[in-house]
């Protein structure tokens, strides 16, 4: 039953409620930029490499997007989708 969750918002964001791309791509840009740095000398270093790369993100292409239109959730009432699947 929570796995379908997502279906209860409008089709158009169906897509990204379902998945976690954006997630994904995040860590493996983090690992990217880790690996290729190799070995830290101390474990703050690779948390304030992971920061600054998620800082990055959030303040340029990815960060000013936007990823749901919240005008498709006016007058949208989720009691009233419920009562429709029972």
Known sequence: E???TYALFPPEHWRRI???NGIERLNREIKRRTDAVG???AG???VMLAAARC???AEGG???RRYLD???LDGWDEREVLKRQS
């Open 2 to 4: 929570e796995t379908l």
């Open 18 to 20: 379902r998945t976690n």
């Open 39 to 41: 070995s830290f000398p």
């Open 44 to 46: 703050d270093a690779a």
């Open 55 to 57: 800082k990055y993100v």
């Open 62 to 64: 990815w960060g000013s």
């Open 70 to 72: 919240t005008e498709l």
